[in-house]
């Protein structure tokens, strides 16, 4: 199956309230002006590279996690799934358009700075405004759910070099 598109991009900064308020953190994604595909909630592969220290950002409660990564630096997530949105988060009522991805491998850490990869492979719904935040929080559980099989239809696009970078860390050397 045919994917839809592909941003090679870097990670920003957004609002915070995935964490916070969803349990549900996602990157979002710098410059995503020329995505032409309809908002909506999509699902596909991404990959996250970390090269530098300053790319990484320690939390509260995330040291080993945080020291793991430093230390095999350059850092590869390696491709995995994710599940996101792309538009104007109509819940929050947002002035401008984000992509932001929930990686499903549930990182531990922040990268703001990293480059990220992303392969938009499918559309699973529409974004909705919902009545209250836990009918937003249900309808996202569900999303990750069924976003975890879809994506393996399209796993053969992971090994793509036109897409993901492979073999980097240096993790992938000793094992
Ligand atoms: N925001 C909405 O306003 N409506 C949605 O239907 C919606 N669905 C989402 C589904 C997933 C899987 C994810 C990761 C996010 C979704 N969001 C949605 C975006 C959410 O509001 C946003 O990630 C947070 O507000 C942080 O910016
Ligand atoms: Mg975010």
Redesign the pocket.
């Known amino acids: 199956m045919r994917f839809l598109s592909y941003v090679k991009s870097r990670v920003i900064s ?5 964490s916070r ?2 349990g ?1 953190p ?1 990157a ?1 994604i710098a410059d995503i002006d020329k995505l032409d595909i309809p908002t909506g ?1 999509y699902c596909g592969l991404g990959q996250v590279i970390i090269r530098q220290q300053s790319e990484i950002q320690e939390q509260p409660g995330q040291h080993e996690s945080y020291v793991e990564v430093v230390e095999q630096l350059p850092y590869d997530s390696g491709v995995i799934g994710w ?3 792309h ?6 009522g ?1 002035k401008e358009k ?1 992509l ?3 990686l499903l491998n549930n990182f531990k850490f922040d990268f703001y700075g990293a480059e990220i990869r992303v392969l938009i492979c499918k559309k ?7 009545d209250s935040l836990d009918e ?1 929080k249900k ?2 559980e569900n ?2 759910q069924m ?1 975890k099989s879809q994506v393996i239809e399209f796993s053969h696009l992971a090994e793509d070099v036109r897409y993901f970078q492979q073999n980097i860390t240096s993790k992938s050397e000793s094992s």
């Open positions: 957004g609002f915070g309230r995935g308020e969803l549900c996602t979002n909630i599940v996101g949105s538009g104007f988060n109509p819940h929050y947002n984000s932001e991805v929930h699973m719904r529409d974004e909705e405004k919902y937003l309808a996202i999303d990750i976003a």
